[in-house]
Every structure is written in C-alpha cells, then in structure tokens.
C-alpha cells in the first residue's frame, strides 16, 4: 500500500512540475518567436514610402521585387500551431486507449455525444488565442501571462449570469483585488514604456487591452464548456483535441481572406491582416522560428495534458496555484533575457492577482481569517477547494 502511494505522490509532483515547466515554455516561446527576423516574402514590409501594394510610390533603392528582413509578426500563424499542440492531445488518447485495450484494461472514452458540441468552444479558443497572441506582440511576456489572470473575474461574473452559481463574499472580494491588480500592471506598462522607449505607451495599453477582451472570450468558452460538456463525460484529452482540429480547420480557412485584409496592428505602415505565405518564407529563412514554432507546438501540448490531468487527480485549486507560479517563472527570465526592464508595480500587481486568486478559491487566507475569528475546524485545510468556484 505504501509503495503505490508513493508512486503516486510522486505522479503528482512530476505532473505539476511538467505543467509549470511547459506552461512557463510556451509563453516564452511565443515571446521568442516575435523577437526573430528574417527574410520573407517579396515586396513585403517595405517602407511605407517606396510601396505601392497599399497606394505608395515605388522607388529604386527599395525594389518591390526584393525580400527585405522584418520581425516575425504572424499571431495568427501561431495561433495555428498551438491548435495543432491541442490536436496532438487528441492522438495522445488514442494512443493511451490502444495501450490500455491491448493490456486488457477498460478506457473511459466518455459517453455518446456528436464532436461538433466541440465547434462553439473551438470558436472561442480561435478568437481568444488570436487576440491574446496579437496582444502579446504589444506588450511584455510577464504582462501577458500576469492579466490572463483576469479570465477568473469574467468567468465568475458570467457563471452568475448563465449557470445560475451564487457568488459568496470571498469571491466577490477576490474579483475586485484582481481588478486592483490588472489595473496596477496596466499603469506599470506606462511607466515602463517612458523608462525604456522600447514599445510606445499606446502599443503597450492595446496590447494590455486586447489581453484582458481576449479573457473575456476564454470565459464564455469555459462557462460553455461547464454547461454542455460535463454531461457527455467526455475525456478531457478528447475535448482539447477536437477543439484542436476544429479550431485549426477554421482558422486555417480563414487564412484566405486574411491575406487581402489590410490592418495596422501598431505598425508604421499598414500590412496584411495575416500573410501566411511570408510566414513560411520565414520559416526557411531561419532556423530559430522553425525551432521555436516546434517548441509551441510540443509545449501546448504536454501544458494541456498536464493542467488537465492536475484538474482530475488533485483539483482546480492546485491548477491555479501552479499557474501562479509559472507566472513568476515567466516574469523572471524575460528579465533575465533583457526582454524588459524591472519596474517595481509589477511586483505589486503579481501579488495582488495571486491574493486575489487564493481569496477567490478560498485558499490560505479565508480558512485563516475563520481559524483567527475562531470560526473554523482546526483540521481545515489551508488549501480548499471550494464547490462554488468556478473552474477555469
């Protein structure tokens, strides 16, 4: 008997550490990815002054028939390659079921429900994913993992509206000290952009704004997900893997019209909305995109294999714990990297997203606010995983 409980602690551990590690990964990586240049496409990206494709005029020192070197700004190429990271979640099943039925053992393959109960959440993660990665172009890593944290606020607020939850106090106050929060790292974003110049202040709010909306998208995927989904008893693997192949099918379609959309994002003359054949041009031009593309791909993944194995074997509570603490991991090494400079309201933003997360799940502090009044069970546990909250 002990032996198995120690194979089991010890499942656990490795779990939550593989969830740390390829979560911290794959924020990195998609940071990285934007840091790189190369040649791409021809005629694209010259100045605004020497190219005809949006109504300027051609000159001779910059030909339209040359590839010129530009960041790698394709958030919508990316965002396909992390569904194709949710699309291995769904081979990863199949492989764990031929496994299992070759040792004779019964797989819960989840009862009988049609995939495309799939499509709208599917929707939602493509809007979302979108949005979240164009905004991260704008801003700093650390920033972009720290207001993710605001999809609690937004999924608690709509689980009242359509689920029917009833907030208690707790979770009320945990909304308003993440609120506290994203609005201090949205002002640290300010002071950061007249400390170093490396993004305008304007860059780094629509980047910050276009995160916290993209929360917003996530929310209602994951009411959705709560109402609809859990009554199919559908493997967690197989939801995310048919939200993989749906969400790549769409966005993959929609590369078409992209491409003759012209937009802004930010830049100093307009481009394509998304331009997936400079994307690959890319690609071939160098080496570290390749590298860094993969490393999404196998991050999202192994990130969503564990998270949700961390949701089945402990609970919500500790996922959102673990997701606290790669944030940290991602704040430092993009410090460590020279991605962007320290400035200390970040610092005081971090603290109050993880408090106003721990309140909100009524862990550490409520349990020690009834332990201190005198009102709660000496044997109650610090870190509690309360019912009424959401899940996300």
Request: glycine share 8%; charged share 15%.
């Amino acid at each position: 008997m002990e032996p198995q409980r120690s194979r089991s602690t010890l499942f656990h551990v490795t779990v939550a550490i593989l969830m740390v590690v390829t979560g911290t990964l794959n924020t990195l990586t998609m940071k990285w990815t934007d840091q790189e240049s190369a040649k791409g496409q021809k005629g694209v990206h010259v100045p605004a002054k020497c190219d005809s494709t949006f109504g300027g005029v051609p000159c001779h020192e910059y030909p339209p028939d040359r590839a010129y070197d530009h960041p790698f700004d394709h958030p919508f190429v990316q965002a396909l390659f992390m569904f194709i990271g949710e699309m291995c979640c769904f081979l990863a099943f199949k492989i764990f079921v031929a496994i299992k039925s070759a040792k004779g053992e019964r797989v819960n393959r989840g009862g009988k429900f049609s995939p495309f109960i799939f499509l709208p959440p599917a929707l939602c993660d493509m809007c979302a994913s979108s949005i979240m990665i164009l905004g991260l172009t704008m801003t700093n890593a650390s920033s972009f993992q720290m207001l993710r944290g605001a999809v609690i606020v937004f999924t608690g607020l709509l689980s009242v509206t359509f689920l029917r939850n009833r907030l208690k106090l707790h979770h009320w106050i945990g909304i308003l000290i993440l609120i506290g929060g994203l609005v201090v790292i949205g002002v640290s974003d300010v002071v950061t952009h007249k400390e170093t110049g490396h993004l305008s202040a304007t860059q780094q709010l629509s980047g910050d704004l276009l995160i916290v909306m993209a929360q917003i998208v996530t929310a209602i995927q994951v009411t959705y997900e709560e109402r609809f989904l859990k009554k199919y008893d559908v493997p967690p693997l197989v939801a995310v893997g048919w939200e993989g192949i749906f969400g790549f099918s769409m966005l993959g379609l929609l590369m078409f019209p992209f491409y003759f959309i012209p937009a802004s994002f930010g830049a100093s003359r307009p481009i394509r909305l998304e331009n997936a054949i400079d994307a690959f041009i890319q690609f071939s031009n160098n080496w570290q995109i390749i590298f860094s593309m993969l490393g999404l791909i196998v991050s999202i993944a192994f990130f969503n294999f564990s998270g949700l194995t961390v949701a089945k074997e402990l609970n919500a509570t500790t996922r959102m714990v673990l997701d606290s603490v790669r944030t940290m991991f991602v704040w430092f090494v993009s410090l460590g990297v020279g991605w962007e400079l320290f400035n200390y309201l970040q610092p005081v933003g971090y603290v109050l997203l993880v408090v106003g997360t721990f309140v909100y799940y009524n862990m550490v502090f409520v349990p020690l606010w009834k332990k201190f009044r005198g009102g709660g069970s000496e044997k109650e546990p610090l870190l509690s995983a309360d019912n009424n909250a959401v899940q996300s």
